[in-house]
Structures are given as C-alpha cells and as structure tokens.
C-alpha cells in the first residue's frame, strides 16, 4: 500500500520560502509509471494544482505559480519537495502531495496546514 | 487559461440517483477525473479517465465524458456519500480542477 506523508514548518513568514517534503513509502518513486504532484487547499476553497515532477526531474507548474515554485526530487530518499518563495498570507493552505496516473491523483497525503503570518 | 465548472450544490434523497456535472470547452477530448472529499479529509478517487472505478471505490459511482460536459453519477445515494467532489482534467500538461460541488443527501 503507497502511502506519502508531508512534512515541514507549519507556519512561514511573509516574504520567505514555503518549504515541504513528501515522503512516499510502499512503492519507489522511481517507477516510471508515475508523476508526483503537490496540491494546495486554502481554508474553505477549492484545491488548486502546484505542479508536479518526474523521477528523472522533469517538471511541470501552474502558470499562475510558475515564477515562485520549484519542485525537486530525491530518488535516494524516496522523496520529492516543493519550495514557493515570496510567500503571502494567501499562500496559506493546506498543502497536499499525491501521484499521478492514467491521468488521476490516486494516492494522496493527509495534508499540512501551512499558515503564513508574522 | 482552460476552465472546468461545477454546480455549487447539489441535494439529493437518500436512495436516489445524484448527478454532478463539470463543464469545459471540448471536454469531451480530454479524460476526466473526479474526487470525493469529506470535511477534513483528503481527497480521494473516486473516476479517472472518464469511466473508470479505482480498487475498493463502490459500483454505484460511475462517470461519462461526451462534447462540453463530463458527469459524475451516484447511484442509491447514501448519507455516507455526503461530501465536496471535484472534478479534474488535463490542459497541455496542467491540471485543472473544477470549483467544487457539495453534495448534501437529505
């Protein structure tokens, strides 16, 4: 059974960098059969796609995001990581990581709250 | 930018059939995905490409995909069926998702 848990500072300051990791257990993120993505989820709104990373490190972003997010992936750790710099209290989220395949999210993270306040 | 929407509600009975439908420009050429999520959960599969049931997602969730309009159909809706569902597609490599339907069973 795959399961993928993230992790990281649940409370970010504006203007710094949001950083998470996504730790994928039960199966290898190294499969090619798979993409991996992040997904946000602000308190009482609709989920909102972040991007998503291949295991040899291809990428794909929201446009919307593009020019704040990176997404990395650690195949030696059976991880992969967002960072979204600059961030402001509308970056604050529930923050989902999940993979991809036949075109569905399949396996999802519990979810962390990222609140970004001073 | 590609747009899927989504009803803000819908109410059904218990026992009855639910439909929820997610709208987009040619819809129809692209496979659809749908999502249940209760509150404070994760989202979870319920369809992918179009028509087809994850392991362990229950017979009476089934979904159609045809022009501008992709359905979710749940049928003898129970109260356990009670949640926001999301419907998601792919644009050049993005994913989209609709906006959300609430489902309520009363």
């Known amino acids: 059974q795959v399961q993928l848990q993230e992790s990281g500072p649940g409370l970010v300051k504006p203007s710094q960098t949001l950083s998470l990791t996504c730790t994928v257990s039960g199966g290898s993120i190294s499969s090619g059969d798979y993409y991996w993505s992040w997904i946000r989820q602000p308190p009482g709104k609709g989920l909102e796609w972040i991007g998503y990373i291949y295991y040899s490190g291809s990428t794909y972003y929201n446009p919307s995001l593009k020019s704040r997010v990176t997404i990395s992936v650690d195949t030696s750790k059976n991880q992969f990581s967002l960072k979204l710099s600059s961030v402001t209290a509308a970056d604050t989220a529930v923050y989902y990581c999940?993979?991809?395949?036949?075109?569905?999210?399949?396996?999802w993270g519990q979810g962390t709250l990222v609140t970004v306040s001073s | 930018s590609y747009e899927l929407t989504q009803p803000p509600s819908v109410s059904v009975s218990p026992g009855q059939t639910a439909s929820i439908t997610c709208s987009g420009d040619?819809?129809?050429?692209?496979?659809a995905s749908w999502y249940q999520q209760r509150p404070g959960q994760s989202p979870v599969l319920v369809i992918y490409q179009d028509t087809k049931r994850p392991s362990g997602i229950p017979e009476r969730f089934s979904g159609s995909n045809s022009g501008n309009t992709a359905t979710l159909t749940i049928s003898g809706t129970q109260a356990v069926d009670e949640a926001e569902y999301y419907c998601q597609a792919w644009d050049s490599s993005t994913v989209i998702f609709g906006g959300g339907t609430k489902l309520t069973v009363l």
């Open positions: 999940a993979r991809v395949v036949g075109g569905g999210l399949d396996y």
């Open positions: 040619k819809l129809g050429d692209k496979y």
